[in-house]
C-alpha cells in the first residue's frame, strides 16, 4: 500500500455533518487542508467551520459527482451513509476508509462474521432476519438476550431486550421488525474501547484502552485510562491492531469490548471513524484522533499517540450544555460544544474533559 501524501492545502470530501465532521475538519484546517461537508442539514455543525459545503442528500448522485470533482480525497464522519453513496464516489476519487470497510461496519451481522473470522471473542449471536427466524435463534442463544437492528443502530436505538421467549414479538416490534441479530446477555465488569490509527503505509498505532460509562444506553463518561493490568491493556490494543489490519483500512478504527469478570475481552462494535470515547485526545495526547484521523486518511506520518495525563470526559446531552457558564468558570475544564441550535433529550451538544497527572507516571 503506497500513494504520495495529499498536500497541504487539498481539499478533504467529508461525508456527514456533524460533530465528528466539525472537529476533523478542525483538525485538518490545522494541517493546512481544506473540508469540503457533504450532509442533509443545514447549518450544520461542520459546515459552520468551513467555507465549502453541499446540501443534499446522500443518494443525489449529480451532487455526488461535483462533490467528487471539487475534493482530492473522500471520507466520512460516520458508518451510517449508504454503501452506493461510498462506492459511487471511490470511481471518482479515493475513499478512506474504503467501501469494503464500511459495509462491515455499518451491518451488525456482517461486523459480528468478520470479527469472528478474525479469531475476536464475542457474545453469542444468531442472525434473526425474518421475525420466523427469530425463534430457533432465541432456541439457540436462550434468554435473557439482546434484539438489535443489523444497520442503523447507535445510542441503544433499534435495540430490545428480550427477558424471555413470550418478549420477542414485542422486540421485534419495538425494534421496526427490522433484519437484526440476536446477542445472549452478557455479564460484563465494564465497556472499554480503543481507537486504532492505520496509515496508507500499513503502519498502525493505539491510544490506550479506556473506560466506558453509559447512561440511557449513550455514553455519558470515559475514563482514561481504562482499569487493567498491563497484559490485558497490551492485548485490547492487539486485538484493534489486528481487525483495523484485516479490513484494511486507512483511517482510524473504534473498537468497542466488553471486559468480563474472568478476564476476557468481548468485541462488541466497530467504527471506522473518530468516536465518542476518543474526545478526551483532544486535550491530554500529543497527537488527537481528529488531526491522526486527518494523518492517516491525508498519507502523512502517523503522530504520537502519548497520553500526557489521565482524564475524565464527559459528554453533555441534552440541557446539559447550558451549564457551560459555570463549566468554563471550573479551572482546568475543556469545554468543547458543537454549534446544534436546538437542545434534545439524548442529544449530544457537547463534551467537557477534565485532566489530572499520570498514575502511573
Known amino acids: 500500500m503506497s500513494a504520495a501524501p495529499l498536500p497541504p492545502g487539498s481539499t478533504i470530501g467529508m461525508l456527514g455533518d456533524g460533530q465528528l465532521g466539525r472537529m476533523t475538519a478542525l483538525a485538518a484546517a490545522r494541517l493546512g487542508y481544506r473540508c469540503h461537508v457533504f450532509g442533509p442539514e443545514p447549518d450544520s455543525p461542520a459546515a459552520q467551520v468551513t467555507n465549502r ?109 428480550i427477558a424471555a421467549p413470550a418478549d420477542a414479538a414485542a422486540a421485534l416490534a419495538r425494534i421496526g421488525a427490522r433484519p437484526a441479530v440476536l446477542e445472549g446477555f452478557v455479564a460484563y465488569d465494564f465497556e472499554l474501547s480503543v481507537i486504532a490509527a492505520r496509515g496508507l503505509d500499513g503502519k498502525t498505532v493505539c491510544y490506550p484502552p479506556v473506560e466506558n460509562r453509559h447512561r440511557d444506553h449513550i455514553l455519558a463518561e470515559t475514563i482514561v485510562p481504562a482499569p487493567l493490568p498491563p497484559a490485558a491493556a497490551a492485548g485490547a490494543e492487539a486485538i484493534a491492531r489486528r481487525l483495523a489490519e484485516a479490513l484494511d483500512l486507512v483511517g482510524l478504527l473504534a473498537v468497542e469490548m466488553f471486559h468480563t469478570a474472568d478476564g476476557r475481552l468481548l468485541v462488541n462494535e466497530l467504527a471506522p471513524r473518530p468516536h465518542n470515547s476518543g474526545h478526551w485526545t483532544q486535550d491530554a495526547c500529543a497527537t488527537d484522533q481528529f488531526e491522526q484521523f486527518v494523518r492517516a486518511i491525508c498519507g502523512l506520518p502517523l503522530g504520537s499517540v502519548e497520553r500526557l495525563g489521565d482524564a475524565a470526559m464527559s459528554n453533555l446531552i441534552g440541557d446539559e450544555a447550558e451549564r457551560w457558564p459555570e463549566i468554563l468558570a471550573e479551572p482546568g475544564a475543556r469545554l468543547h460544544l458543537y454549534g446544534k441550535a436546538e437542545a434534545r433529550p439524548g442529544r449530544k451538544m457537547g463534551h467537557v474533559t477534565r485532566l489530572t497527572p499520570r498514575r502511573d507516571g
Open 53 to 161: 459545503s453541499t446540501l443534499s442528500s446522500y443518494g443525489d448522485r449529480e451532487a455526488l459527482a461535483r462533490f467528487a470533482e471539487a475534493v482530492e480525497l473522500v471520507t466520512y464522519e460516520f458508518e451510517n451513509i449508504p454503501l452506493e453513496t461510498a462506492a459511487f464516489l471511490a470511481e471518482r476519487v479515493p475513499v478512506r476508509p474504503g467501501p469494503a470497510a464500511l459495509a462491515v461496519c455499518q451491518d451488525r451481522l456482517a461486523e459480528k462474521e468478520f470479527g469472528a473470522a478474525q479469531g475476536s471473542d464475542l457474545a453469542p449471536y444468531r442472525a434473526a432476519p425474518t421475525a420466523a427466524a427469530l425463534e430457533p435463534a432465541l432456541d439457540a442463544i436462550g434468554t435473557p438476550a439482546v434484539l438489535k437492528s443489523t444497520r442503523m443502530g447507535y445510542d441503544g436505538k433499534a435495540q430490545a431486550m
